[in-house]
């Protein structure tokens, strides 16, 4: 049987889908990159704002017109949006072969198989926990947690993940030394609050533990921190930032508005006069670091003069991204029985406003850093040998690319130290090689634990 995933929403979200190949392939099953030859299709939606939830229902719907149009004989629908809305789909449509939630996407094979298109078997072949089925292999994701204990208003990730859980280190470092077989080079951490990892455990280990461990028992040369708070950024998290080479030095920090007003409305940690603190003893502590953080526009209540406030923020603290989203209501979340009294022209100019000036402070940003050596990662040869590549400040597919010059010829997960040239895009760089760094600069001494012949695959922290 052949079979085709396609993944929408977060990196979090990646990763369930390369467990859902692995499941898959450890039972007989290929996976193809034409969703017309596939005679399986699984869409792993995502359910967080409407915008996503409409780009779900049209990937549900391409998918099942290939019942008529293609090889495909059974579509499954699985994750967040489901969890949510699989009565309303059900009825929406009922061309759809299976609906499965984040708290029961461990009987897709036991499903497939009762519909014939599989062996009722024990697994054939042993892929690993995970397989990657994109085309940038090197770069991968390691998920450290599920669900989540913020109250946030808007937010209805905790209704579709459930509370947080974090998964054992050890599970993890084995996990991660996969990823390196497979060729992982840069591995992402990723949760909804990675500072929240251990908490729940009361091991006294958090974070800083498990990033240690990793640094010691894998070779992987870079790790990156995406979508921590930052009241989990302590000292020894930042000292660790600030000392090992091998965490880059880049945050991911959810901030979502600068209006205090707002922020309590959102029933959020954190107010303007703390992030703006945090953001400059993370600079000091950390010289160079990027920070990136996404904000929320046309929350219920929202004035001019909070968008004003959020305005004066970004050009007073200079983060080096911003993702800009606009608020829609989602039902079961506390916000959703509050008047949405931002008219939706009004969001979108809003965040048009918020998204320009984000554009020019990336830009100045970007210009400062010109003339400056840097570590990066190349990712992509592309026509006439152009390099494509990302400095450490840049994170996988939403901070832009740097295109090397100077008829360089690395391979795609190479490791670099490049010069900055020029900026282009307000965002990307053009830049000249200084130099390859060779696998012994990045390599901890360690001493590697004994790789797994045989792990769960599928089900692995749900």
Known sequence: MRFHVVTLGCDKNTVDSERYVAELTAHGARATPRAEE?????????????????????????????????????????????????????KALPEVDLFLGTRETDRLVSEVVARGLLDDAPALVHPGVRLYTGDLPHVRYLKVSEGCDHGCAFCAIPLMRGRHRSFAIDDLVREAQLLELQGAREVNLVAQDLAHFGRDVRDGRGLPDLLETLLAETGIPWFRLLYIYSAG????????????????????????????????????????????????????????????????????????????????????????????????PQEGTSAFDLPDDVPEEVKRDRLERVAEVQRLVTAERCEARLGQVVPAIVDRIGPGGTVQARTSGQADDIDGVTILTGGVAPAPGDLLDVRLDAVVNDGDFEATLVRRVPSGAIRADRVPRALPVVSTAGAFGR
Not at 254 to 270: F, G, I, T
Not at 301 to 320: A, P
């Open 38 to 90: 596939a005679e399986l299709i699984v869409v792993n939606t995502c359910g967080f704002i409407d915008a996503a939830k409409a780009e779900s229902i049209e990937a549900i719907v391409d998918a099942a017109r290939l019942k008529q149009d293609g090889a495909c004989r059974m579509v499954a629908a699985v994750g967040c949006m489901v969890e949510r809305h699989a009565g309303e789909l059900r």
């Open 233 to 328: 950024l302590t000292p020894r998290l930042l000292e660790l930032i600030a000392r090992e080479p091998r965490v880059v030095r880049y945050l991911d920090i959810p901030m979502q508005h600068a209006s205090d007003a707002v922020l309590a409305r959102m029933r959020r940690p954190e107010r303007r006069e703390r992030q703006r603190t945090r953001i400059a003893a993370i600079r000091e502590a950390v010289p160079g670091i990027a920070i990136r953080s996404t904000v929320i526009v046309g929350f219920p209540g929202e004035t001019e003069d909070d968008v004003r406030q959020l305005l004066d923020f970004l050009e007073e603290v200079q983060l080096d991204r911003v993702g800009v989203f606009a608020y829609s």
